[in-house]
């Protein structure tokens, strides 16, 4: 089992669509969560850190199950400009494990 | 402003000719990773530095080397890169300590001829 999965899709959603992105991760250590975003051909840019109590940004919301170790993105009223690729990422934070474990990545394309 | 700065942003090598990729960062973080990214894939961590503590990746092959002379600086060598190490390599930063998220470089697109 990878360390952490994601659905690749693609995900084809019209303008103005919700989507929702899923990740699982298999170490029950984990401590700290991200959801990154990336564009074509540039780097990795964070888009949110998830909490355990849930957190939302705009259109954006990141949440957290612990005990099923599962991160979720809900993407409300989507843009043409979310076209992009969602990445999950988790670290251990513990002793000298200082790794970003990274999910494959999650396409979206957002059509008009 | 940038705070994670990678040189060049495109470089060009010949096969085997060794090439150096450079990194600096303005944000006094104590942890810096090298990442190798290909095409629709995750990034593959090849090493990082805590402080001056270096941590190799058990499959980063022998080819790739690290520096960090500084906090501030850190350094990739390709000591005879191959077609295969065409990719993005990408440098990040993290305040381990307060476990926030890493901060990226725009990264370097390297091509090797």
């Known amino acids: 089992r990878k360390e952490v999965e994601q659905d690749p899709g693609p995900f084809n959603v019209p303008e103005g669509a919700t989507v929702a992105f899923n990740c699982t991760y298999s170490n029950s250590a984990s401590q700290s969560f991200f959801w990154y975003r990336q564009d074509c051909r540039k780097e990795p840019k964070l888009l949110m850190s998830v909490y355990s109590s849930g957190n939302e940004d705009g259109r954006f919301t990141a949440q957290l199950n612990r005990a099923s170790q599962y991160i979720s993105l809900l993407i409300r009223d989507s843009k043409l400009s979310d076209s992009a690729t969602y990445l999950c990422v988790v670290s251990l934070n513990a002793g000298n494990n200082r790794k970003l474990i990274w999910g494959l990545g999650t396409s979206l394309a957002v059509n008009p | 402003d940038a705070m994670v700065i990678q040189n060049p942003r495109y470089q060009v090598t010949q096969f085997g000719k060794p090439v150096t990729l450079s990194c600096s960062q303005t944000l006094n973080h104590n942890v810096m990773y090298w990442y190798q990214q290909k095409s629709s894939q995750a990034p593959k961590l090849l090493f990082h530095?805590?402080?001056?503590?270096?941590?190799n990746e058990a499959d980063t092959p022998d080819n790739f080397q690290s520096r960090r002379p500084n906090t501030s600086f850190c350094f990739l060598d390709i000591r005879s890169p191959g077609l295969g190490d065409a990719a993005m390599y990408l440098c990040a930063t993290r305040d381990w300590g307060t476990n926030t998220e890493a901060f990226f470089g725009q990264g370097t697109r390297l091509t090797v001829v």
């Open positions: 530095y805590y402080d001056k503590d270096f941590n």
